[in-house]
């Protein structure tokens, strides 16, 4: 499933010392809410010479890998917005991404970040790994926190500035394309944690309603009520099967038709040949009545 250049690898830093400058910063701070505006295009340089021990720095490697080794296209500049606590990342979706508050306060009790435009609005990680009783904080955690909503950011960018794709899928391949940044920068082999995730999801008892994942609040309404890991679980899976099947460089095509066509349906069917019912069934033919 894998080709050779997922397989590359390049020497980091500890994972001890990630990010530990600048959160020595932000502890000093009385709201630890810090924005960062990090240049992305153009990125001369290869991964090693680019430094870890920043925000900027981590943004950048990641943004490199989803550039070279994805060909997602990223916005020349990208700000990071980092909040010490769920509280503060609430308040800064609301107060600096002028999410309305309600949906604010489910987002911030369901997830660690969120990706609106060009903006990545993050829980500032944790500085050594097993030190967070949340480990979704952890520092490789939140490096691939970092390349999920950094592949929504290149979803956007694919669909010419607008989010229509069917949440499920733009979840599911953010989900997959974090997990190529993690074995890209050696801090997680891709197989071994695919194979893992992949065989956690059981087949869904009732028959799946793709249809009620498509829109991202209806996404948000099925986590809160079914738990993230199922409905992601359910996505990553689905969106696995379809990079197996046609290969990743199908999927930016799928991104692309939003730039041009709105129906979701119609684009996935235009693109892939079958729809995603067609494709639920063949991943779980017993558990999927549709």
Request: charged letters at 25%.
């Amino acid at each position: 499933m894998l080709s050779a250049r997922h397989r590359r690898r390049t020497a980091l830093v500890p994972l001890a010392t990630l990010l530990a400058i600048a959160l020595s910063v932000q502890a000093t701070t009385d709201s630890r809410r810090v924005t960062f505006t990090i240049p992305i295009a153009p990125i001369a340089l290869g991964l090693d010479a680019l430094p870890l021990v920043t925000p900027e720095g981590a943004v950048r490697r990641v943004a490199l890998v989803l550039r070279d080794d994805l060909r997602l296209p990223l916005p020349a500049e990208v700000t990071l917005r980092l909040y010490a606590t769920p509280k503060l990342f609430e308040r800064g979706l609301v107060q600096d991404g002028g999410v309305a508050p309600s949906l604010a306060a489910t987002i911030s009790g369901l997830a660690v970040g969120a990706s609106l435009e060009s903006s990545l609005f993050l829980l500032e990680p944790s500085i050594g790994l097993g030190r967070s009783a949340d480990s979704r904080r952890g520092v490789r955690e939140w490096l691939r926190l970092v390349a999920h909503e950094m592949t929504h950011v290149g979803q956007v960018e694919l669909a010419g500035g607008q989010g229509r794709a069917s949440q499920w899928m733009a979840e599911g391949v953010a989900d997959w394309a974090s997990l190529v940044v993690l074995d890209r920068l050696r801090l997680q082999p891709m197989q071994a944690e695919r194979d893992g995730r992949l065989a956690s999801i059981h087949a869904p008892r009732a028959p799946i309603d793709l249809g009620g994942l498509d829109d991202p609040r209806d996404f948000i309404e099925r986590s809160r009520r079914d738990g993230t890991d199922t409905t992601y679980g359910v996505s990553f899976a689905l969106a696995d099967r379809l990079i197996d099947r046609y290969g990743f460089a199908r999927t930016r095509e799928y991104f692309q038709a939003f730039a041009h066509e709105r129906d979701r349906a119609l684009n996935f069917r235009a693109v892939f040949g079958e729809t995603p019912e067609d494709l639920a069934r063949r991943l779980w033919p017993a558990a999927c009545h549709c």
